[in-house]
């Protein structure tokens, strides 16, 4: 009696806790059965046993198709016919599958029974969890056990009434499944939103699968369309976004003035060898001729070796103080034969009296906005 007690005990302590999840199946059943007990079992009572009894069941559903239970049972056998009587109970735990994720069942399991003595026994069976209102349901089951020890064979069949604690009390239910998403121009926009379909690979597109128009680099021609993408904002383009360009072309001359008889150069530094020099670094690709000259008065010979003179004489300078390469710089002198000024003055033979150096250069430049 202590035992059946403490069962009991055990089970309304468990039931009480407010701790019980509240996605999870969890049940409390009462119930009535009849056992129909071996008649080979008991040597006092060699008549068959039927048993009137009831008991409490404590389970859970651990998954749509898995559960398990702790079970009790008062067992009150009399014979039949007769007025013998036993009274004992069992106790144990069983496996439930649930093959449809619904309220029908198969268990098995594991049991203790004790009657005129104990006994061992293994059960099989099948049930029904029938919903009748919120959280609660009936119980419907018939079981058959088998006895390990002494190989008897008993039956029984349960009614009872259950109430769950959390969980669905309906059974689960398959999700409808969602419509399937085709993006048919993979644009990152489904079709059923996409305002403008098929569009080509590698476009950006907004919410409604439309191009961005896009001129990244602000030279009005738009990204899909741009050959030259970052275009330096400065710069003119063509139509494909590409930098234009415009022929231009920078001279410079030169223009050196000698004393007469002489192939001195008077000032080195003067603005205008400086110039000239630094056009030259500018352009280090372009090589010049410096030309010299003299006037009319004199022996035509000793005049062409004079203008020679004055020549090399302006490119010693421009090597020497401008520090330009002598591999690019020549000296011609053409005495006489090419007179600035042919009157017979001395402001005429002064002017003749010279050198003279042109460069002049073609170069491709960006035409800017």
Known sequence: MKKHTLALSILAAVTSMPSLAEDKEIWLGGFAEYYYADKDKFQAMPKDRIDWGWGLELGERFTPSWGGRFEYARIDLEAYPGQESIDGHRYGLDAMFFPFQGNSYVFAGLKHESLDTGYNLGNLGVGMHWPVADKWK??????????????????????????????????????????????????????????????????????????????????????????????????????????????????????????????????????????????????????????????????????LKLSEKRAKAIKQVLIDTYGIDESRISAVGYGETRLLNDANTAKAHSENRRIEAKLMIEKRVKVTR
């Open 138 to 303: 009936v119980i419907t089951e018939v079981a058959a056990y088998h006895d390990f020890g002494e190989n008897h064979k008993d039956y029984s069949g349960k009614l009872g009434l259950l109430y769950q604690f959390g969980g669905n009390s309906a059974p689960a239910t398959e999700a409808p499944k969602a419509a399937p998403v085709i993006d048919s121009d993979n644009d990152g926009v489904i079709d059923a939103n996409d305002q403008c379909p098929n569009t080509k690979q590698g476009v950006r597109v907004d919410s409604t699968g439309c191009a961005i128009v896009l001129d990244s680099d602000n030279d009005g021609v738009n990204d899909n369309e741009d050959r030259c993408p970052n275009t330096p904002t400065t710069d003119k383009t063509d139509a494909q976004g590409c930098t234009l360009f415009k022929d231009m072309q920078d001279s410079i001359k030169l223009a050196v003035q000698f004393d007469n008889n002489s192939s001195e150069v008077l000032d080195p530094n003067s603005t205008d060898l400086r110039r000239f020099a630094d056009f030259m670094k500018k352009y280090p690709e372009q090589n010049v001729q410096i030309e010299g000259h003299s006037s009319a008065p004199g022996n035509a010979v000793y005049n």
